[in-house]
């Protein structure tokens, strides 16, 4: 199962109004050439310890919002503590997507945890997390999301996709924002989905 | 007057703070009932979750803040640093000055020693609030600057704003 695939069946299962947060590496131009509507409705981030933390903190704000965390192998292990936070709190409109290569892609493949004796899954629901799921293949996959994505409970997905298969985009279709651009881009999309201010700015006689 | 917990939740109140982060500790011991009380409190086993999740909370338009020991900003430091080197993305820390003049247990004179060094490093604007009256203007305050400025913003608990050491 290349990643690529899983998360093109992602896509089709979620809505531009639908919020994201996405774990860094090469799963950052693939959810970014993927993302429903093309729209800024994904918090890229480049820390690998800070994705579910970050979709927990969204979720629980907007609690009538669906999100969902793009998580990698190397990210969920850096922050294994917050498996046990979500597995306390488990918001109704949170789901977390692991995309598990069990390999270091961009450094070459050296292996990760997950590709010796860690699961995933089993630490997920250990920590107290609810619908915890290994999939191996695309139909499982596309089943397994659909449920977490609709059955108003928090959801665990851990994807097993092929180590040394990542998608090779070309220069234009490569993510070119950093990581101040990505956060007034996603900022200003939730303002505007929400109809709210968030980040307020005082100019001196406003 | 009320205590320094009464003041906090108080100032946090004034402020439209909704979402309170935290890893319970002793120096602020009475605080932490008040914020489960009076907040939704979202309570961690590392510190290292809680820039996440103030992150998050700002991203959904929510006035969050953490509150955890001083001690908590060498476990947190890299998410802070990824949040706020990365993406600019503002966040309050309320942290108790375990470690200062008087401070009667010998560990916890390591917090006091790391912490300035490490707020510095980190680029996090502090301020010392040491007297009750200055709690809940600061907390305000510390909002307001956070989001104006697009950074992180510490207040160090201090003086009578905190538990008193046995032996001081």
């Not at chain 1, 928090?154 to 990581?179: E, L």
């Not at chain 2, 680029?123 to 909002?143: G, H, M, T």
């Not at chain 2, 956070?146 to 201090?158: E, K, P, S």
Request: aromatic letters at 8%.
């Amino acid at each position: 199962m290349h990643r690529i695939d899983v998360v093109r069946a992602l896509a089709e299962l979620v809505t531009p109004e639908d919020l994201f947060v996405c774990a860094h590496g090469g799963l950052r131009n693939d959810w970014w050439n993927s993302r429903p509507g093309g729209v800024d409705n994904t918090c890229f981030l480049t820390g690998m310890n800070t994705v579910s933390a970050t979709a927990l903190g969204l979720a629980v704000a907007l609690p009538h919002r669906r999100v969902t965390a793009l998580e990698t192998d190397g990210s969920v292990l850096m922050s294994a503590s917050t498996l046990c936070t979500l597995g306390n709190e488990r918001p109704p409109n949170l789901s977390i997507v692991v995309f598990d290569n069990t390999v270091y892609e961009s450094i070459g493949g050296l292996p990760t945890a997950t590709s010796g004796r860690t699961d995933l899954a089993k630490m997920a629901e250990g920590a107290g997390c609810s619908n915890c799921f290994t999939v191996t293949d695309l139909d499982t996959f596309a089943r397994h999301a659909k449920k977490v994505l609709t059955d108003g409970e928090f959801g665990f997905i851990v994807a097993k996709t092929a180590k040394a298969a990542a998608h090779r985009w070309p220069k234009d279709k490569q993510k070119h924002t950093d990581g101040v651009e990505e956060k007034y881009r996603f900022l200003r999309y939730v303002e505007q989905l929400e109809k709210i201010r968030i980040h307020h700015v005082v100019e001196i006689g406003g | 007057m009320s205590n320094y917990a009464e003041l906090i939740v108080q100032g946090l109140k004034q402020a439209k703070v909704e979402i309170v982060a935290s890893l319970p500790e002793s120096m602020l011991k009475q605080l932490y009932p008040m914020l489960r009380k009076h907040f939704r409190y979202i309570q961690v086993s590392n510190e290292a979750d809680l820039p996440g999740i103030v992150a998050g909370a700002y991203f959904g338009g929510k006035r969050a803040v953490i509150v955890m020991e001083n001690s908590g900003l060498r476990q947190a430091a890299e998410p802070i640093a990824r949040l706020t080197f990365g993406h600019r993305i503002p966040m309050v820390l309320l942290m108790p000055h375990r470690g200062d003049l008087g401070e009667d247990v010998w560990w916890g004179h390591g917090h006091s020693e790391t912490m300035v060094p490490m707020l510095d490093a980190l680029r996090i604007r502090y301020w010392f609030v040491y007297r009750l009256d200055e709690i809940v203007p600061s907390i305000e305050k510390a909002l307001l600057h956070a989001d104006a400025g697009q950074v992180a913003v510490a207040l160090i608990f201090g003086g009578e704003c905190r538990e008193v050491p046995k032996h001081a």
